[in-house]
């Protein structure tokens, strides 16, 4: 069947209509038509929703959701670009770094003002998968939404989440069995590092890895087994400082002062630092910093909180073989 370019499709409707009048009919709105392959129907935070079976337009409103869209085999149309960043790139946990050709950048986060609606129905997606949760995501604007495509919004409860959530997309995507090859994937890395830095002479179960985020102006932020990066270490088999176990209130970091650098110390130390916070230091040998003993003992390293923040199977893996790289000597420390 040929498809009309959209100013006759409209002419058509248009003389149809005045046929009705003329004849006193009364009009009907036009049906619908099917997706391609027909379509199916998922549960999600926001009810039943029908999808195309098999979508091939997908935009995605999370971060960690487009990380789960990629790994489990499909392109998007439209997404949101790094948080904060001017350029809204795409996130560079992506296999091909930030570049953002080719995709619509509708949103630098999940908050409903920062979504584009006009930029992302002119990316035409089939199928929109964004978040109910936390406060300020795309519950409040799901009518727009809606009217654009069909839309899925799944639940985000805190950075535990990213595990299950790959398997919620998989759901939506009728993707079960990439979804499991993405998890023995990162399980046979995580077995794989784990191996190499026993191999070292490293005993993870005796180390203690401290986890520590630089923040511009004077605060830094120690990761604890709560956080994405604590997780990821935790699979590994290391153990952490007392003082980063954990969160206090709600958050799974600690906020400190570098009066209180002391408590990021630990046999290994790893500091993060990336696009949020640009004119971060690249060594930390002097001043507060020389007061380590990891810094003494010369482990200390500088790895990408771009990567280490990001709750996703992609990060994660990065996490893994950063830490594999620097406790079998391969990574030079960040001194």
């Known amino acids: 069947m040929v498809s009309l370019p959209r100013t006759a499709r409209t002419l058509v409707t248009v003389a149809a209509l005045g046929s009705l009048l003329v004849c006193g009919c009364s009009p009907q709105p036009p049906a619908p038509e099917e997706p391609e392959g ?59 770094g930030a ?27 089939d199928l929109i998968i964004g978040v109910s949760t936390p406060v300020g995501a795309q519950a409040g604007m799901l009518e727009s939404l809606e009217a654009i495509a069909p839309t899925v919004l799944l639940e985000w409860e805190g950075t535990g989440s990213w595990r299950g959530h790959l398997d919620e997309v998989a759901g939506v995507l009728d993707a079960s069995e990439e979804a499991g090859r993405a ?36 605060e830094i932020r120690l990761e604890t087994a709560e956080s994405f990066p604590g997780q990821v270490v935790d699979d ?18 600690i906020a400190q002062s570098y009066e209180n650098l002391d408590r990021a110390d630990g046999d290994a130390v790893f500091v993060m630092a990336g696009s949020g916070y640009p004119d971060a230091p690249r060594t930390f040998s002097e001043g507060v ?20 923040g990001a709750a996703n199977h992609y990060a994660a893996l990065r996490i893994v073989e950063d830490v594999r790289a620097a406790l079998t000597g391969e990574a030079e420390p960040a001194l």
């Open 236 to 253: 590994l088999g290391f153990a952490r400082p007392e003082g980063q176990l954990e969160g206090e209130g709600p958050t799974d970091y």
């Open 99 to 125: 570049d953002g050709g080719g995709h619509a950048l509708v949103t630098n986060s999940p908050s409903e003002e920062d979504v584009d609606v006009e930029e992302l129905a002119n990316a035409a997606p």
């Open 183 to 218: 998890l023995e994937a990162y399980e046979e890395a995580v077995a794989s590092a784990r191996g190499e830095i026993e191999a070292a002479g490293v005993d993870p179960a005796a180390t203690e890895l401290s986890l520590v985020r630089l923040q511009s102006g004077s």
């Open 38 to 96: 027909g379509t199916r129907t998922v549960e999600a935070a926001n009810g039943s929703v029908e999808i195309p079976a098999t979508p091939r337009r997908i935009a995605v409103l999370w971060r960690p959701t487009l990380a789960a869209v990629t790994l489990l085999g499909h392109d998007v149309v439209a997404t949101m670009g790094t948080p904060g960043g001017e350029d809204q790139g795409l996130a560079p946990f992506l296999p091909g």
């Open 289 to 308: 910093w020389s007061n380590l003993d990891a810094v003494r003992e010369e482990a200390v390293y500088r790895v990408d909180h771009d990567h280490w």
